[in-house]
């Protein structure tokens, strides 16, 4: 968080302390103004001004403090530090390098007024130049280029409030991120720090449609349910459904260049899990830690509940300053619902009128603000990049119809519903295929078209109708018993069982299952289709259903999914079943 508040106004007196939730007396501030709370100087930030009287939500613990003691304003929004040092750091809610607080404090728990700037101040950067003298910059241009970690390029742009101008002087070589590496001729110096209030999306020059899938390598996501890179998706599911896996493959997989993952109020042990796990994941597409192009914010459900609620805004600035560089970022929220309850939390310190179940009234406008932000971006330097945001959703007791997930179904375009019935039945990823949907499908499905086959939509089409239909025929099944079915339907039934098993099961634990590229994915669907289309036509022929069901190579088809070489496993495994059925009749 940003360290060079200048404009000290006039201070105020503590006149009141709830909770998370400060009101003081006499204080010169606007609204989201930073402030210094008490004797120890905890941070908090202006939430509401009435005549004299300044709400404040305070950022730590506020235990001990007491009306009297003083409130320093900053002047200045709550504002991120940008600049190289962003990837591989942990941080807290408000941009809190944990691992620094770590060693200041000596010890995993936060002590009240230590701060730390967001970015290394002392790190040198070897700072390479892409402007001359005599080049003429706008805000957001790129003047240069340090390597921030051994996968990720850091662009260091001129910031975008800046007018821009002629360079009269560049440097080359080592800096830190706060001296001087580019001067224009207006006198703006650029540094590779920059700082930005979280609460304000960064300027862009245009959303635009996105048409490139965000690929997961994670079946029924890519298949069923795709994500546009740019897109906004949410996993509502109850707890043990799979949520953290499914974030964690996708922090893994997706095609992104950057991962931000805020992990906002899940149970303490939970996050520490996070906080413990990421720093030894891999990369898998460069082999390098998958720490070098992520940023990590960690709020606990332990830490103040303000910090909860500023984590997801952090987050999403972080991912818009890299998106500016070009890049593709994921941001993934895990969960929207702790975030939303910190929201509930001071709102009721507040005595706002409550809305539904006791969530403040603007719950459905924050949320939106927030996925608003997702999107795929023409940038003010004339590149391209993204933001897609995937929040998991924790409602209690699996109960979809709460607030929070009601709200963000209204405003996410993807919707990845976890089912606990199906993670019971050890069906993973217990992602529920009936109530599941992705808007993005239509536009993306050029883009598979031309990567990966034709009738890429055909074939999902299809697999959705089987699917239906099963669903349907199941209703069935529990009145009178599979057996009474015709016999087309218990076939029916049989490709819908090998769709369930093979295709929209996935196991992210395999070494070769955890991430299945589009094609392997399209190869096993048409393997299934295969199978269909034969036994149907041995049935049409007079073999009877059971003998159908028994050839051998049918229970291969749910070993594709482990296998590396898929290709070849998959031609053979066509022609097999293709030769055991036509021997039938
Ligand atoms: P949640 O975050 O919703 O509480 P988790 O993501 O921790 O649930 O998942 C609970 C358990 O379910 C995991 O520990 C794992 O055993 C199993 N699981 C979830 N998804 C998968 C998957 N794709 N493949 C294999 N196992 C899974």
Redo the contacts with the bound molecule.
């Keep these: 968080m940003s360290q060079t508040a200048q404009t000290v106004s006039e201070d105020g007196i503590i006149a009141s302390v709830s909770g998370p939730v400060v009101t003081a007396r006499d204080l010169d501030a606007r609204m989201n103004d930073v402030v210094y709370v008490g004797d120890e100087g905890l941070m908090g930030e202006v939430i509401e001004i009435e005549g004299d009287t300044t709400t404040i939500q305070v950022y730590e613990e506020t235990s001990g403090i007491s009306p009297g003691e003083p409130v320093e304003n900053t002047g200045e929004p709550l504002s991120v530090d940008l600049g190289p040092g962003l990837l591989d750091t942990i941080y807290d809610g408000v941009q809190r390098p944990l691992d620094v607080l770590e060693d200041k404090m000596g010890s995993p728990y936060l002590d009240r007024g230590v701060d730390a700037p967001g970015i290394e101040l002392d790190t040198e950067w070897e700072f390479e130049p892409e402007v001359e003298e005599g080049d003429v910059v706008e805000a957001g241009d790129v003047v240069g280029v340090v390597e921030e970690t051994i996968t990720i390029d850091h662009k260091v742009m001129v910031p975008p409030d800046y007018e821009g101008g002629e360079v009269v002087a560049v440097e080359s070589g080592s800096f830190t991120v706060e001296e001087t590496v580019v001067e224009l001729d207006n006198g703006e110096e650029i540094q590779m720090r920059q700082e930005w209030p979280v609460r304000e999306a960064r300027p862009t020059v245009e959303k635009k449609t996105p048409r490139t899938p965000l690929v997961s390598g994670q079946r029924i996501l890519d298949g069923l349910f795709p994500i546009a890179k740019g897109g906004t998706a949410a996993i509502p599911?109850p707890?043990?459904?799979?949520?953290?896996?499914?974030q964690h493959?996708l922090a893994k997989y997706a095609d992104a260049d950057i991962i931000i993952y805020v992990g906002c109020g899940e149970r303490g042990n939970e996050m520490t899990e996070v906080i413990d796990d990421f720093p030894e994941l891999e990369d898998p597409s460069t082999g390098n830690p998958l720490m070098a192009r992520t940023s990590l914010i960690a709020n606990t459900s332990n830490m103040p509940v303000a910090a909860r609620e500023s984590c997801v805004y952090t987050g999403i600035t972080i991912a818009e300053f890299y998106r500016d560089m070009g890049y593709d970022v994921a941001l993934m929220a895990d969960s929207t619902s702790r975030w939303a309850e910190a929201m509930r939390e001071i709102s009721s310190r507040l005595e706002e009128m409550p809305g539904e179940e006791g969530y403040p009234a603007y719950l459905a406008a924050r949320l939106s603000q927030f996925y608003e932000r997702a999107g795929y971006f023409e940038n003010v330097n004339g590149t391209e990049g993204s933001v897609s945001a995937i929040g998991a959703v924790s409602p209690p007791g699996g109960d979809f119809s709460e607030p929070v997930t009601q709200n963000t179904l209204r405003i996410v375009k993807t919707f990845w519903a976890?089912d606990a019935d199906l993670?019971e039945r050890r069906h993973?990823?217990s992602i529920n295929w009936n109530e599941s949907y992705s808007l993005y499908k239509d536009q993306l499905d050029p883009w598979f078209q031309d990567e990966v086959a034709d009738d890429w939509p055909e074939k999902r089409q299809w697999a959705v109708d089987v699917l239906d239909e099963e669903t349907e025929l199941q209703e069935i099944v529990q009145l009178v018993g599979k057996d009474a079915l015709p016999e087309d339907q218990q076939l029916t039934l049989e490709v819908a069982r090998y769709l369930r098993e093979a295709y929209l099961q996935?196991?992210?634990?395999h070494p070769v299952d955890t991430y299945c590229p589009p094609e392997k994915t399209y190869l096993m669907l048409t393997t299934i289709q295969t199978f269909n289309d034969e036994a149907f036509d041995a049935l049409e022929a007079g073999v009877p259903v059971d003998e159908i069901i028994d050839i051998d190579a049918a229970p291969n088809i749910n070993r594709i999914g482990v296998q590396e070489d898929y290709e070849a496993y998959v031609d053979e495994l066509k022609s097999e079943i293709t030769e055991q059925l036509r021997s039938l009749y």
């Design positions: 599911g707890f043990g459904s799979g949520k953290t896996v499914t493959q976890l993670a993973f990823p996935q196991n992210a634990f």
